[in-house]
């Protein structure tokens, strides 16, 4: 292998993540044009078109993102290494990206990293907010966090929140003119607050109770994507709505809000880290699991 090509590959990764030059060259610490020279040289050597420009963006060709797929373990293993070569310093570092879904961003993880960046002032953490479920490998994270009944068999879990419950809630004004629903199916008579996934897809409210389970296609006169929007909506009076105990439990604590289905709403396994199992743990990942996993 010509290792003047290592350099310039690494490089190539790099435009290809940030989608553009100039992002490569923040990224990277050198200068644009730096890094234009190197991806030309590349091409130039390989004879083949490996990024398509444009004046507004940049994307690898098919032979590029060939080239880049069949790259990604090798550069991957080239980071590990590095950080391992770190390893025995006396505080773990380094980056570490992490796919988060905002739930979970909000519940678990925001609470404690200043904590975190106190304990762990070398590690640069990078929070990606994400609601699908994501290939971390293929996406170009150290690893992800999602409920452990989203996790894939092939991934490598370790719990880092309580065990949590949905709770349905409706403001005193909304039950002034409205009945409390006794069974999930009274639902199909109230305008809930509605919940959208980045995907697109309407959230089904869940219920089980004594082996049943129930999925519910709500109705209502609004629909939001953000649970904190949707707790305010509900103590303002605007519907019924179904969101995790936390986002409610000071309002219900204090009258703004009342509780109703809560025998429908057990409690199950909260939020996982996960990560591939075919790799060796970086030492900034290993930091991160063992500050936020649930002790005992």
């Known amino acids: 292998?010509?290792?003047?090509?290592?350099?310039?590959?690494?490089?190539?990764?790099?435009?290809?993540?940030?989608?553009s030059f100039r992002g490569a060259a923040r990224e990277l610490a050198i200068?644009?044009?730096a890094v234009s020279h190197a991806v030309s040289s590349l091409e130039a050597r390989l004879g083949v078109r490996l990024l398509a420009r444009s004046t507004r963006s940049v994307a690898p060709t098919e032979e590029g993102a060939q080239l880049l797929e069949r790259l990604r373990p090798a550069l991957s293993e080239i980071d590990l290494a590095l950080e391992t070569a770190v390893e025995s310093?006396?505080?773990?570092?380094?980056?570490?990206?992490?796919?988060?879904?905002?739930t979970a961003a909000h519940l678990v993880l925001t609470p404690r990293l200043g904590a975190f960046a106190t304990a762990?002032?070398?590690?640069?953490?990078?929070?990606?907010?994400?609601?699908?479920?994501?290939?971390?490998?293929?996406?170009g994270f150290d690893a992800g966090v999602r409920l452990g009944e989203s996790l894939q068999r092939d991934m490598i879990a370790v719990r880092i929140g309580p065990d949590l419950r949905g709770a349905v809630v409706g403001a005193p004004s909304y039950f002034a003119a409205m009945p409390r629903p006794h069974h999930p199916r009274d639902l199909a008579d109230?305008?809930?607050?509605?919940?959208?996934?980045?995907?697109?897809?309407?959230?089904r409210w869940?219920?089980?109770?004594?082996?049943?389970?129930?999925?519910?296609?709500?109705?209502?006169p609004l629909i939001l994507d953000e649970d904190h929007l949707i707790a305010q909506a509900v103590v303002d009076g605007a519907?019924?709505?179904?969101?995790?105990?936390?986002?409610?439990?000071?309002?219900?604590?204090?009258?703004?809000?009342?509780?109703?289905?809560?025998?429908?709403?057990?409690p199950f396994e909260g939020f996982f880290v996960y990560y591939p199992s075919r790799r060796q743990m970086r030492p900034a990942?290993?930091?991160?699991?063992d500050f936020f996993k649930v002790s005992g």
């Open 1 to 19: 292998m010509n290792r003047a090509h290592l350099s310039q590959l690494a490089v190539l990764a790099t435009v290809a993540q940030c989608g």
């Open 31 to 33: 200068a644009p044009s």
């Open 89 to 102: 310093r006396e505080r773990p570092a380094g980056n570490l990206r992490l796919s988060v879904p905002r």
């Open 120 to 139: 762990y002032p070398d590690i640069v953490l990078e929070i990606v907010i994400e609601d699908r479920f994501t290939d971390v490998v293929e996406g």
């Open 190 to 203: 109230h305008r809930c607050i509605r919940f959208r996934f980045s995907s697109g897809v309407l959230y």
């Open 206 to 220: 869940e219920f089980e109770k004594d082996g049943e389970e129930i999925e519910i296609a709500t109705q209502g």
């Open 239 to 266: 519907g019924l709505a179904f969101v995790f105990e936390p986002y409610v439990r000071d309002p219900l604590a204090d009258g703004r809000l009342i509780r109703v289905l809560e025998d429908w709403c057990p």
């Open 285 to 289: 990942l290993r930091a991160f699991v």
